[in-house]
T-cell receptor, first 116, second 111 residues
Framework: DAGVIQSPRHEVTEMGQEVTLRCKPI?????LFWYRQTMMRGLELLIY????????DSGMPEDRFSAKMPNASFSTLKIQPSEPRDSAVYFC??????????????FGQGTRLTVV | AQSVTQLDSHVSVSEGTPVLLRCNYSSSYSPSLFWYVQHPNKGLQLLLK??????LVKGINGFEAEFKKSETSFHLTKPSAHMSDAAEYFC?????????FGAGTTVTVRA
């Protein structure tokens, strides 16, 4: 398996524009996570899906952020409108057990988002 | 509630010398613990994990960690550092689905 695949790897956009980040989890994994990494706050969980259903979105910063998982092999994280403070590296991760205890998460390479 | 404290934000070692990265955790339940490594501009890679089978856990690239319940610690060690070990290391605790990351320890290796 190619691992968790994220696209794009880098995104530069202007403030106010819509940004869509994409993730393809590892085939067979039933849990998917979106994380954000910044210098100030480290790694933060934004949202967790299990079997394509959002289970915990308490980490989503505000209404400008939304995430979908239309099927087991694809998820998107959308920011609309984007703001400079959204600049960060966004990671997607997947695992093969809804109870992640004893099961590690596999991370994608990340999308580096810069909002100017 | 669960949390992780990495006691050192930065560790600098000479090539060939031991590496010690310290981690203390807090968890209401019997936790699973992980160490991840992140090389510059890369994703996170699992080094090793503790899942209650054995207190001394061996991972990839010569790393190992020891779970000490009495000290609530899960320190990461390597007997001999290599230049390729320069990276950021994260201690992680999980209960259920949530991973709680430490702030990270940046390791630099001097030639």
């Amino acid at each position: 398996d190619a691992g968790v695949i994220q696209s794009p790897r880098h995104e530069v956009t202007e403030m106010g524009q819509e940004v869509t980040l994409r993730c393809k989890p590892i085939s067979g994994h039933n849990s998917l996570f979106w994380y954000r990494q910044t210098m100030m706050r480290g790694l933060e969980l934004l949202i967790y899906f299990n079997n394509n259903v959002p289970i915990d979105d308490s980490g989503m910063p505000e209404d400008r952020f939304s995430a979908k998982m239309p099927n087991a092999s694809f998820s998107t994280l959308k920011i609309q409108p984007s703001e400079p403070r959204d600049s960060a590296v966004y990671f997607c991760a997947s695992s093969d057990d809804s109870a992640i205890q004893n099961t590690e998460a596999f991370f994608g390479q990340g999308t580096r988002l810069t909002v100017v | 509630a669960q949390s992780v404290t990495q006691l050192d934000s930065h560790v600098s070692v000479s090539e060939g010398t031991p590496v010690l990265l310290r981690c203390n955790y807090s968890s209401s339940y019997s936790p699973s613990l992980f160490w991840y490594v992140q090389h510059p501009n890369k994703g996170l890679q699992l080094l090793l994990k503790y899942t209650s089978a054995a207190t001394l856990v061996k991972g990839i690239n010569g790393f190992e960690a020891e779970f000490k319940k009495s000290e609530t610690s899960f320190h990461l060690t390597k007997p001999s550092a290599h230049m390729s070990d320069a990276a950021e290391y994260f201690c992680v605790v999980s209960n259920d689905y949530k991973l709680s990351f430490g702030a990270g320890t940046t390791v630099t290796v001097r030639a």
